[in-house]
């Protein structure tokens, strides 16, 4: 079973940095599409960008190009989000999901139904 966990989250006022993590277990890990997504209250679940945990290939949404990046550790089991330039618009409950894909599709991988496991959230709010 794919248990994954995020962390990292909080406050910071906008301009500011924050590094979230998600630490993945229960499946063979390099071999998947992974996703990270956020949601604000009374907002659907948006798509920030996928990776391919084998290539390491990733697709960014629009709103994120530029300011946010995303990585692996494969020895560690764990991919980061590195958000640089936090706006107040990116406050929102921070997401890790997992696909049974074994690659990412550049025209589904930022949409929630393509995941089957998602971690419990970490929140991200950015004060203006």
């Known amino acids: 079973q794919v248990q994954l966990v995020e962390s990292g989250g909080g406050s910071v006022q906008a301009g500011g940095s924050l590094r979230l993590s998600c630490a993945a277990s229960?499946?063979?890990?390099?071999?998947?599409?992974m996703g990270w997504f956020r949601q604000a209250p009374g907002k659907e679940r948006e798509g920030v960008v996928c990776i391919n945990m084998g290539g390491g290939s990733t697709y960014y949404a629009d709103s994120v190009k530029g300011r946010f990046t995303t990585s692996q550790d494969n020895v560690k089991n764990t991919l980061y989000l590195q958000m640089n330039s936090l706006k107040p618009e990116d406050t929102a409950m921070y997401y890790c999901?997992?696909?049974?894909?074994?690659?990412?599709?550049?025209?589904?991988?930022?949409?929630?139904?393509?995941?089957?496991?998602w971690g419990q959230g970490t929140q991200v709010t950015v004060s203006s």
């Open positions: 999901a997992a696909s049974p894909a074994r690659s990412c599709g550049t025209n589904w991988c930022l949409r929630a139904f393509a995941y089957n496991s």
């Open positions: 229960g499946y063979t890990y390099s071999s998947y599409c």
